[in-house]
Structure formats: C-alpha cells, structure tokens
C-alpha cells in the first residue's frame, strides 16, 4: 500500500489505516524509532505487561519461592532507619 505524507507544521505525518492499527495494536501513543532508512513504528509495552503470565508459569514449575526464607529478623537497619 502507498500512503502520501501529510505537512503537519513543519513535520509530515502519514494516515495509517485503521485495519493497520488494529492488526498491529497500535493506539494513541507509540514508540518510533529509525532504524537504517526505515522507521519502525511499534506499540507501547505497557507496564509490568506479562507479569501475570511469567508469575503463573513460576508457579506451575515450583519457581516461586522467596529468595529469602532464611531471614526471620530484622536487621538493625530495618529496625532503626526504615521509614514506612
């Protein structure tokens, strides 16, 4: 598909149509970068996105314990300087 560009002030911009969007995800923001003489126009990773998915996996495989089990006092640090 050709598309023309759009003066926008002093930037063109491009009309991308809304079947490219939805396939490609794309929403009000995204990330743009060039890379060589192309540009790479990307969706947005949302915060901690697959989190929930990595969590559950950890489970299934029993990788989910705390790191530190073994620590059942607080240090002097914890109980002197920490500040909730």
Do not use: Y
């Amino acid at each position: 598909m050709r598309a023309n560009l759009v003066r926008i002030g002093n930037s063109r911009g491009i009309r991308i149509p809304k079947a490219f969007l939805e396939e490609c995800r794309l929403s009000d923001v995204v990330d743009i970068r060039r890379v060589g003489n192309r540009i790479e126009v990307r969706p947005v990773k949302q915060t901690r996105q697959g989190w929930s998915e990595a969590f559950r996996a950890m489970a299934e495989h029993a990788d989910d314990a705390l790191l530190d089990r073994g620590q059942t006092r607080a240090t002097n640090w914890e109980k002197e300087e920490w500040r909730w």
